[in-house]
T-cell receptor
Framework: SQTIHQWPATLVQPVGSPLSLECTVE??????LYWYRQAAGRGLQLLFY??????ISSEVPQNLSASRPQDRQFILSSKKLLLSDSGFYLC????????????FGSGTRLTVV | DAKTTQPNSMESNEEEPVHLPCNHS???????IHWYRQLPSQGPEYVIH???SNVNNRMASLAIAEDRKSSTLILHRATLRDAAVYYC????????????FGKGTTLSVSS
C-alpha cells in the first residue's frame, strides 16, 4: 500500500534561518507531488507541484523553493525564513490509477519567531 | 480553474443525514468533482470523487446533478468525528493535476 511520510511534525525556527522539510512516498512510482501551505485560519494554498524528477512548478512567488532529487522525494526549502512563512505545511501525492485520489501527509507546523 | 461555491458553515445532529451542497455552474465537460475533508490540525482526507454518475463509497455518497452544475455530498449518518471542513473541488483530472482548495464548508455535529 502507498504511504506518505512528512517530517518534522513541528518546527520552531528563528527569522533568517534556513528551512528544509522533507516528504517521501512509498509504494508507488512516478507520483505527482505537491506542497501546500495553510496559514492560521486560512485556506490551503498550493505552493509547488512536481510531475517528475527535477520538474518543479511554482504557483506563488515567495521565499520558498522546492526540489525533487529522487522519484519519491520532495523537499521544501528556504534560505532565510520570514515571519510570514509560519504555517502548516502539507505534502501530497497523486497518481494512477486515479481511484487513489490525492493523499496528504500529516503536515509540519512551522513557527517562525 | 472552474470555481465552486459552498456555504461557509452547516450544522447537524449526530446520527442524522447531512447534505453538503456545492455549486459549480462553470464546470467543463471534463472536470471531475472531488470532495475532501480536513479535521483540525490534520491534512485533508479524500472523501469521494465523480464525473457524471452518482458515486457511493464507505464514507459517503456523491449526488451529481444531471446538468453537472451542482453536486451534493451526503453523509448518511453523521458522527462527531465527521466535524470538519469539507471542500468541493473541480479538477480536469482524477489525479494528474494539482487540487486548488477554496474555503469549504465547516460542518459542526452536535450530540
Amino acid at each position: 500500500s502507498q504511504t506518505i511520510h512528512q517530517w518534522p511534525a513541528t518546527l520552531v525556527q528563528p527569522v533568517g534561518s534556513p528551512l528544509s522539510l522533507e516528504c517521501t512516498v512509498e509504494g508507488t512510482s512516478n507520483p505527482n507531488l505537491y506542497w501546500y501551505r495553510q496559514a492560521a485560519g486560512r485556506g490551503l494554498q498550493l505552493l509547488f507541484y512536481s510531475v517528475g524528477i527535477g520538474q518543479i512548478s511554482s504557483e506563488v512567488p515567495q521565499n520558498l523553493s522546492a526540489s525533487r532529487p529522487q522519484d519519491r522525494q520532495f523537499i521544501l526549502s528556504s534560505k532565510k525564513l520570514l515571519l510570514s512563512d509560519s504555517g502548516f505545511y502539507l505534502c501530497a501525492w497523486s497518481g494512477e490509477p486515479a481511484n487513489y485520489g490525492y493523499t496528504f501527509g500529516s503536515g509540519t507546523r512551522l513557527t517562525v519567531v | 480553474d472552474a470555481k465552486t461555491t459552498q456555504p461557509n458553515s452547516m450544522e447537524s445532529n449526530e446520527e442524522e443525514p447531512v447534505h453538503l451542497p456545492c455549486n459549480h455552474s462553470t464546470i467543463s465537460g471534463t472536470d471531475y468533482i472531488h470532495w475532501y475533508r480536513q479535521l483540525p490540525s490534520q491534512g485533508p482526507e479524500y472523501v469521494i470523487h465523480g464525473l457524471t454518475s452518482n458515486v457511493n463509497n464507505r464514507m459517503a455518497s456523491l449526488a451529481i446533478a444531471e446538468d453537472r452544475k451542482s453536486s451534493t455530498l451526503i453523509l448518511h449518518r453523521a458522527t462527531l468525528r465527521d466535524a470538519a471542513v469539507y471542500y468541493c473541488i473541480l479538477s480536469p483530472s482524477q489525479a494528474g493535476t494539482a487540487l486548488i482548495f477554496g474555503k469549504g464548508t465547516t460542518l459542526s455535529v452536535s450530540s
